[in-house]
């Protein structure tokens, strides 16, 4: 299956997962560039137009996803697909995409309820159970607690713990985590 073939919404606990309008682009941008969610991201400020435009292009190699519950925005997900390392052709001429990345924010005024770890939930159903992906992987700060907790919490194991290998705008290089998971270890 292919990411334009996917049916939409769905559901991922109480969050309705469906690609992005224009208006929840909009109202994402009213908390993206937050300095308590910039902490956390690899771009602190963001261009409002290119920004919309990334989220709304049809990409056919990545899936932008808006969460809602009960109509309300209250995060973004995204997973990008691409080869594994040393991936060869299929028999068939055409390339099999087995890799997935992911990522997730949550607005800060809805943080804390578990909404991060439905919608990391959520890519990871869609990357296995949907596209078939072979492995999925994520990455944070390791000072962002929260952020690898939701990964371990939906059984991704920490695969690498790099020593200053991550630069963050405010405090300079630090730690960062890696993580993955398999589809047979997805449950």
Not at 58 to 81: E, F, M, N
Request: charge should be negative; aromatic fraction near 8%; glycine fraction near 12%.
């Amino acid at each position: 299956m292919k990411v334009a073939d996917l049916a939409w919404p769905r559901q991922a606990g109480p969050l309705s997962l469906r690609p992005p309008t224009p208006d929840d682009i909009a109202q994402a941008l009213t908390w993206r560039n937050r300095p308590e969610v910039t902490r956390w991201l690899l771009l602190t400020t963001v261009d409002p137009q290119a920004y919309t435009r990334s989220w709304l292009e049809d990409d056919p190699d990545s899936l932008g996803v808006a969460a809602h519950v009960d109509g309300q925005l209250v995060g973004t997900g995204s997973l990008s697909i691409g080869d594994a390392m040393g991936q060869v052709h299929d028999g068939d001429g055409t390339w099999s995409r087995a890799q997935g990345s992911l990522g997730y924010t949550i607005d800060p005024a809805h943080a804390g309820r578990g909404h991060g770890t439905h919608l990391a939930r959520g890519l990871l159903s869609i990357a296995f159970d949907e596209l078939g992906l072979h492995r999925v992987i994520a990455g944070c700060f390791a000072d962002n607690t929260p952020s690898w907790r939701v990964m371990e919490r939906i059984g991704m194991r920490r695969e690498q713990h790099g020593v200053k290998d991550s630069w963050h705008a405010e405090l300079g290089w630090v730690d960062g985590y890696t993580y993955g998971i398999l589809r047979e270890e997805w449950t």
